[in-house]
């Protein structure tokens, strides 16, 4: 599966949009973007995943770059609850394999 | 809601004893789940991949003696740390693979296993 990489922090003001970048430039063609989020002293939370086009739920947006070299995980309206850190992981979605993480961006969102 | 739930959420046992953590799939069933440890301030590392009617997968380094896992059905696996020891103190979370979503991995809550 292909590498990610993140920045290590990241502040964001409450209410604001919090904006997580994302690279995975040797990503393959089979492989999704997921998105996960851990706070503190809890199991990871998934987010949202995609292949190439956007996606949106009812927690977040994802952009995918056209190239799918790199996506950004938009947050619309951060809270304090969306303090954690936050997970971007490629995985080949036809496969049976597993999320290996990396050490993830720390987003402290700040009132 | 959770979709995967763990048991117990802590623990504290003795050096030497043995300790069981289950790991279910509410609602669907999982023909892989995966078992993690995490030390403090540090990301979540993979120790095996728990496959139902098998024997796990462990990753390199993790001693499947010592670290006993059973998959006997679709919606259980668990993690028995035999003779634990204080440094086995640690944060353990699994994950089920639901197919039904897009293959997406949901994790459970998470056990803190204390070892005195």
């Known amino acids: 599966d292909a590498k990610t990489t993140q920045p290590t922090s990241m502040d964001c003001a409450e209410g604001r949009a919090a904006n997580l970048p994302c690279n995975h430039s040797t990503i393959s063609g089979n492989e999704y973007v997921y998105w996960y989020r851990q706070i503190h002293s809890q199991g990871p939370q998934y987010i949202i995943h995609g292949l190439k086009n956007n996606e949106t739920n009812e927690m977040a947006s994802l952009i995918i770059t056209e190239d799918r070299k790199s996506s950004t995980l938009i947050l619309p309206h951060a809270t304090l609850r969306d303090t954690a850190v936050y997970y971007c992981?490629?995985?080949?979605?036809?496969?049976?394999?597993?999320?290996?993480f990396g050490k993830g961006t720390k987003l402290s969102v700040k009132p | 809601g959770a979709v995967v739930s763990q048991h117990p959420s802590w623990v504290i046992c003795k050096s030497g004893t043995s300790v069981k953590i289950e790991c279910r799939s509410l609602?669907?069933?999982?023909?892989?789940m995966f078992w993690y440890r995490q030390f403090p301030k540090q990301s979540l590392m993979l120790m095996a991949t728990?496959?139902?009617?098998?024997?796990?997968?462990?990753e390199q380094g993790v001693e499947k003696d010592k670290f006993l896992i059973n998959h006997a059905s679709l919606t259980l696996s668990t993690l028995t740390v035999t003779s634990a020891h204080p440094e086995d103190s640690s944060f353990y979370i699994c994950s089920a693979r639901r197919q039904a979503s897009g293959n997406t991995i949901y994790f459970g809550e998470g056990s803190w296993l204390t070892v005195v």
């Open positions: 609602d669907f069933q999982a023909t892989t």
């Open positions: 728990s496959n139902e009617g098998s024997k796990a997968t462990y």
């Open positions: 992981i490629a995985l080949d979605g036809g496969s049976q394999g597993n999320l290996i």
